[in-house]
Structure formats: structure tokens, C-alpha cells
């Protein structure tokens, strides 16, 4: 009697690690980049490495709200158009300077708006509910105390949280980091990250392939992620499927690189030259997970620096970026947040997936005045790159589940905000 050859069911889960639990097993093994300490200029999209915090009132001083008059509140209590109180103007507040006088019972400074309350004022009153003269001002209104004055410390006194450790620095932190003072500031600098594409069949975004190639649209894919999420990619440029040739081209990315990204060659046919490449080095663990699309992983660390390896189909490639990869390398760059936003959604079409494995469906969500709505953006075969320039989002279908039907919520995982 013939023997029966095994059939692999591509839908199942069975043998598979779960995609939740291998991402944790991954960021368990990376560590931050060991702070260095910068110009402020130059923190820009780096990771604020210890909380900064404020070493003194900001605003210094208090300043006037207003173009107008400072005077004491009790002088104007009863102040008002039929009834107007009239103060003696003894001086002048100006912005960036110390004001030349100050207020007594009756008297009032001329103040630009920013300038410094002068001493004895409590209040401004905005120049336009007065009428003044060059001696004297008639005030129009009642103003309370503490009326178009900006305290000193209203933004933060000593002490206060400015900007906490794993914040990635953008433009409103090097404003406030400015204004505290701190000329430079202790970073994780942004990771160097070499992007690798493998396979004999890959050619330049620039070259007519011939029949059987393809155009390496991994690399800028990976590169763009990289770029988007702050770090610096490094386009190592594509291997073919020769063992050597690849670890040549790790070794000589050695010296500039912080982590390594590669597509193609992890997962089970003869010419799978990442495989190869590590077969018993032992630092890198290849995985089948269990997500579609992007079962086969590699993780591990090649001369001390994490390497991910991915599938090269560019679905996959990009999910698998989104899912694990950029968690990792925001870990590296020191970051707290590490994951994607995720929001729910009704479905407004079906969405499917094999019923073992996690399945990332491409949608496109959009709000309605009903709540936000999703619908599949194409079929689930990881070669459809436009699936994914079409969608915003993966909705996530859990494993024991084939379908979801439309009016069914569904979590989602955005990858995108905006058109």
C-alpha cells in the first residue's frame, strides 16, 4: 500500500507562536540605545532619555495679556462709562525691558502686550475701554485682580514635568526645552538601520524587469516605515540568493548599523539563503507564527545587533514591519509607546482569514456622523501591494474566527491618519 504524503494545512495554527506572544518574546531582548547628550538643535526626532524638568518659573515674570494700562484693581472697582475713574499715568511698561516706574493708589502705567507688570499693579485694563491723555488715563471699566496678567509660572514652576523620559522630541518639545533653558538634552539617538532585500529575481525600482523579475519594492517600503517612524534607514541594496554574498553584505553594514532589516529568504524552500546564512550561529531563531500574512519570521542578534528577517512577499513584508519590527526599533530608539493606535470599527463589507492564525485584513476606515465605519480594501493574498496603498488600517480577525460579516465590530490597528 502507498503512503499517504502529508499535506500541510496553510490554515491552521497548529505548531504555530502566537503573533502577541512572539512580539513580547522580541521586545523582552532589545534594550535602548545607550544615551548620548546633544545640542538642543539637534534632538529633533531622538528620545528624551531622562524626564526634563523645569529648573525655574516659566514665564519668569508676570506680563501683561493686553496693550493697555496696569493699575490696582481697588482703584477701578467702580469704574465704568457714565462713571469713569481717572488715574494719573506715571510711567511706561515696555516689552523686553524693566518697566520705569510703579503703581500707587491712583496711578496707572501705559503696558505693551508681553511687557512685564510693573510692582504695586494687579491688573490691566485693554486700552481700548479707556480714554487717556499723555498725563492722566480715564478708565471705563472694572477690572478684577490678576485681569490680562500672564503669573509668573503659569506654564511651570520648579519641578514640573516638561518633557518625560521615552517622549519622542518634536517640534512643541524643543520649543518648551528652549524656553526651560536646556541648550542640550540626554538622548537615545535615533537607531541606523540597514535595510536588505534578497532574491535572484529582484531588480532596480529604475529597470525594466525582464520576464520572472520583479521590482524590489520591500526596500522602500521598509525604508519608508523606518523613515516615518524616527529612524535612519540605510538602503544596503539588494543580495542574490548566495549564502556568502549575504553575509558579506551584514558584515559590511557592521560598522553603521544599529539594527538590520531583511526580506526574503525566511522561510522554507532550498533557496532561502537567509536560513542558510545563520544555519547554527544560534543568535538568530527562525519562527512560524501564527499570522496571516507573514507566518515566517527571523529574530535574533548578529554581532550583538537585533536582525529581523522577514517574508518577501510585499504584503507580508509590510505587516510584518508594522506588527513587529516597528515595535522593536521604537523600543531601541528608547521609546515608551510602542504600538500602533487601535480603534473599533463596524464593517461595512465581510473580511476574512484562515481560521488558526491571526489575520490582518486591509481596510479603510473612515468617520461618519454613525461612528467610524471600515471596508475591506481588496482580497487577502500577501503579493497585493495595492491592498495596502489603499487601506489605513488592519482589522484584526482573532484566531477561530474565519469571517466577519458587515454590521459586525471589529478592532483595527491604523497605520495611517489622513488621506
Do not use: W
Amino acid at each position: 500500500m502507498a503512503s499517504r504524503a502529508h499535506v500541510h494545512d496553510h490554515d491552521s495554527g497548529e505548531g504555530l507562536v502566537p503573533v502577541e506572544e512572539y512580539v513580547e518574546g522580541i521586545l523582552a531582548r532589545i534594550e535602548p540605545l545607550a544615551p548620548i547628550e546633544v545640542q538642543l538643535q539637534q534632538t529633533l526626532g531622538c528620545v528624551a532619555a531622562t524626564d526634563v524638568r523645569a529648573r525655574e518659573d516659566m514665564p519668569s515674570f508676570s506680563s501683561s495679556a493686553m496693550d493697555g494700562f496696569a493699575v490696582q484693581a481697588g482703584d477701578v472697582e467702580k469704574a465704568g462709562p457714565d462713571r469713569p475713574v481717572e488715574l494719573r499715568v506715571v510711567g511706561r511698561a515696555r516689552i523686553g525691558e524693566r518697566p520705569d516706574a510703579t503703581v500707587g493708589g491712583g496711578e496707572a502705567v501705559r503696558i505693551d502686550t508681553g511687557a512685564p507688570i510693573p510692582a504695586g499693579a494687579d491688573a490691566v485694563v485693554p486700552i481700548e475701554n479707556c480714554l487717556s491723555s499723555q498725563e492722566s488715563v480715564r478708565v471705563l471699566e472694572p477690572v478684577p485682580s490678576g485681569k490680562h496678567v500672564r503669573p509668573a509660572g503659569e506654564d511651570a514652576v520648579p519641578g514640573d514635568l516638561l518633557v518625560p523620559a521615552g517622549r519622542r522630541i518634536g517640534p512643541p518639545e524643543l520649543g518648551i526645552l528652549a524656553s526651560s533653558g536646556a541648550a542640550r538634552v540626554l538622548v537615545h539617538p535615533r537607531p541606523r538601520v540597514v535595510v536588505l532585500s534578497t532574491g535572484d529575481e529582484l531588480v532596480d525600482p529604475s529597470q525594466l524587469p525582464r520576464f520572472g523579475q520583479v521590482r524590489d519594492a520591500n526596500a522602500y517600503t521598509l525604508y519608508g516605515g523606518i523613515l516615518e517612524m524616527g529612524a535612519q534607514p540605510i538602503l544596503a541594496g539588494r543580495v542574490r540568493d548566495e549564502v556568502e554574498e549575504f553575509r558579506e553584505a551584514i558584515l559590511s553594514q557592521l560598522g553603521q548599523a544599529d539594527a538590520f532589516v531583511s526580506s526574503g529568504g525566511v522561510s522554507v524552500g532550498e533557496r532561502d539563503v537567509v536560513k542558510r546564512a545563520f544555519f547554527k550561529r544560534g543568535e538568530v531563531e527562525f519562527t512560524r507564527v501564527a499570522m496571516q500574512p507573514g507566518m515566517p519570521q527571523a529574530f535574533g542578534t548578529f554581532e550583538g545587533q537585533p536582525y529581523f528577517g522577514l517574508p518577501g512577499n510585499p504584503v507580508s513584508a509590510f505587516v510584518s514591519f508594522e506588527m513587529i519590527v516597528r515595535p522593536g526599533l521604537l523600543k531601541l530608539a528608547g521609546r515608551r509607546d510602542l504600538h500602533r493606535p487601535r480603534v473599533t470599527a463596524v464593517l461595512e463589507t465581510e473580511v476574512t482569514g484562515p481560521k488558526g492564525k491571526t489575520a490582518f485584513a486591509r481596510v479603510r476606515v473612515r468617520e461618519t456622523p454613525e461612528g467610524l465605519r471600515a471596508s475591506s480594501t481588496g482580497g487577502r493574498s500577501s503579493n497585493l501591494l495595492t491592498t495596502v496603498a489603499r487601506a489605513n488600517g488592519f482589522a484584526i480577525i482573532p484566531p477561530g474566527v474565519e469571517r466577519l460579516e458587515p454590521g459586525q465590530e471589529c478592532r483595527v490597528v491604523l497605520f495611517r491618519v489622513g488621506s
